[in-house]
């Protein structure tokens, strides 16, 4: 019986007005709520500013006739391959090479036929993506026919492009690598 009475007294009576905190009802008091609408508006402020800054800084690079264009560049690396000499070509560098230490770098070339081929010039380049300063070529001496070799030294550690440049008949040929270099 004292359960009930207490049951009886915790309840309202029918048609009695019964007051909520308004602090449950509103939403906007929790914090993730806030949290929520906060990152939305922040994604969409980001959002907004990619878009203003790409048309801003727009370069124009886009032409009207891209198609045709980049067409033209397909025919002419396959003119270019057709014309080119039917030569197997390969760069030798360590893979263990190191930053300021001196490396010995490898190229051979052979015809179609397998016979070497005696270019009047060979150089090798080497290119430095992030950094143009770093940027040096060495001239290739005959090792061999058709072998040529090259002591390069890299002035730093990471990623390199290199080019072997070939000069035969009056035209030039070339060959390249991506190479990454360990530090020293």
Do not use: C
């Amino acid at each position: 019986m004292n359960q009930s009475m207490s049951t009886a007294a915790a309840r309202p009576e029918a048609g009695a007005d019964v007051a909520v905190p308004s602090d449950r009802n509103n939403a906007w008091k929790s914090p993730w709520v806030r949290a929520w609408v906060g990152l939305i508006g922040v994604v969409l402020a980001v959002n907004v500013t990619m878009v203003v800054l790409a048309i801003a800084t727009n370069p124009g690079l886009i032409r009207d006739d891209y198609y045709e264009r980049g067409r033209d560049v397909e025919r002419t690396i396959v003119t270019r391959l057709a014309e080119g000499p039917q030569w197997t070509m390969s760069i030798d560098l360590p893979a263990d090479t190191r930053a300021e230490e001196t490396t010995k770098v490898r190229f051979a070339v052979v015809d179609k036929a397998g016979q070497p081929v005696q270019p009047e010039r060979v150089t090798y380049y080497a290119y430095r993506p992030s950094d143009a300063t770093r940027d040096f070529s060495v001239a290739m001496s005959q090792e061999a026919p058709g072998i040529y070799e090259a002591e390069v030294r890299f002035p730093l550690g990471g990623i390199w492009d290199t080019l072997v440049s070939i000069e035969h008949a009056g035209k030039e040929h070339s060959l390249g690598q991506r190479v990454s270099v360990l530090l020293p």
